[in-house]
């Protein structure tokens, strides 16, 4: 209890010296409102930038491998992959009569053309040929309309799933369904829009708000298909693991392609896995720098708060003196400055608060979707205090250190 009331009273005292002292105070916390409003922001735009990353890639399937020519993360030397035969419809079928036990099978091939309506053209648009299985190999859905259908792909109809990026900026308020774009020099009939699913641009990725699916055969006919490229993407049973069902994929390739068992693979398997991996090493190297970044400006403000804490205790010499001649224990005199120190700090880590939900604001406006979780806001505030009794212990040692008498002498 008598250690209660001596930590209430230490409190009350520095309460009071902060009090006796604002604008001191205020020039102090500005290292300490800078350095927590940057630590706060940094974990937010992170979180930020991973929830997005990580809701756009959703529609590439966490149970799906995709067959390719080439890898999607490169990280040497890409030379070893141009000499790589193309990946082709032939492939893809069967690839489909031998995985008998894969929920689908479905290949896909695209090429950037500009896209038209009425007056105005969006350039450099992803045109994505595929098939109705595209609905069971990917998360994403049509926000509005329908998705391909067989009957699209065997009749080749001239229709079209626009993203909402394209929705956008081609019709505004208007609704597009059964509206007509050209798509390089062939109209195609829309008859979907994708719901909103971002980008993953941060690998060099595709935006997948700025795509359009066309039917395969439609898109064969319109802009060839015989030495193109295709991507096979293959969703994996639920009764098998997906490193299990991988081998078997790798295992019916390898005969497709009439490879010798001594021969390397002259294909690539991916899955969202790798790019999370990726994802994930680098976003901790970025916050990590972030992190030692926004700990200078810490301890910057810290060095701040300890320098303002020494001339604190200078200037009150003669009250410890007082305090200590009266009865007063190292304890308390140690308490009261810490404390003093702390929530100097701990001001200042709420003022930063408030600025960072200011800029977290901004950035869910203008960039991307971001907000201050519940964790952040507490490893804010301990982050405040645990600065405030670093910087404010050398201090406070000093004056619980002082002798009454001598104390009592200083002028």
Same mark, same amino acid.
């Given at each position: ?335 009261? @400055? $810490?404390?003093? %120190? &702390?929530?100097?700090?701990? *001001?200042?880590?709420?003022?930063? +608060? !408030?600025?960072? =939900? ?7 406006? @203008? $960039?991307?979707? %971001? &907000?201050?979780?519940?964790? *952040?806001?507490?490893?804010?505030? +301990? !982050?405040?205090? =645990? ?11 000093? %004056? &619980?250190?002082?002798?009454? *008498? ?6």
């Amino acid at each position: 209890m008598r250690a209660l009331n001596d930590t209430v009273e230490s409190l009350k005292i520095a309460l009071a010296a902060i009090k006796a002292n604002k604008s001191r105070g205020v020039l102090t916390t500005l290292g300490i409102v800078i350095g927590i409003m940057a630590v706060i922001t940094t974990m937010t735009a992170a979180n930020g930038l991973g929830n997005n990353f990580r809701e756009s890639i959703s529609a590439l399937g966490s149970d799906v491998l995709y067959v390719s020519r080439r890898p999607w993360i490169i990280t040497g030397n890409s030379f070893q992959f141009r000499n790589r035969k193309n990946l082709g419809l032939k492939e893809a079928k069967k690839l489909e009569e031998s995985l008998q036990n894969a929920v689908a099978v479905n290949p896909s091939t695209n090429t950037n053309k500009n896209i038209k309506y009425k007056s105005t053209t969006l350039e450099g648009i992803t045109i994505i040929g595929t098939t109705d299985k595209h609905m069971m190999v990917s998360a994403s859905v049509p926000e509005r309309g329908r998705f391909l259908t067989a009957f699209d792909v065997q009749f080749k109809k001239t229709v079209c799933v626009i993203g909402s990026e394209i929705k956008e900026r081609l019709f505004e308020d208007i609704d597009p369904i059964n509206k007509k774009i050209k798509i390089g020099r062939f109209k195609y009939r829309i008859v979907g829009v994708m719901e909103k699913q971002g980008s993953a641009g941060f690998f060099g990725g595709p935006n997948f708000d700025r795509q359009v699916f066309v039917p395969i055969t439609s898109f064969i006919k319109s802009y060839g298909g015989n030495n193109r490229d295709f991507n096979i993407a293959i969703k994996a049973p639920p009764n098998i693991s997906l490193a299990n069902f991988e081998y078997e994929v790798v295992g019916e390739m390898r005969k497709i392609r009439k490879l010798k068992p001594t021969q390397e693979d002259d294909f690539s398997i991916n899955q969202m896995n790798q790019l999370v991996g990726v994802y994930n090493n680098v976003m901790g190297v970025i916050v990590l720098i972030g992190l030692v970044i926004t700990g200078i400006s810490l301890f910057v403000g810290g060095i701040g708060v300890m320098n303002i804490m020494f001339v604190s205790v200078t200037e009150r010499t003669r009250e410890i003196g007082i305090r200590k001649a009266i009865g007063a224990k190292r304890r308390s005199i140690l308490t009261q @400055f $810490l404390f003093e %120190a &702390s929530t100097i700090c701990l *001001i200042g880590g709420f003022i930063g +608060l !408030v600025l960072a =939900f200011g800029v977290t604001a901004l950035i869910s406006k @203008f $960039l991307m979707p %971001a &907000s201050i979780s519940m964790p *952040i806001v507490m490893v804010a505030i +301990l !982050v405040s205090v =645990f600065t405030g009794v670093l910087s404010g212990f050398i201090p406070a040692f000093k %004056a &619980s250190k002082l002798k009454p *008498i001598e104390a009592l002498r200083y002028e």
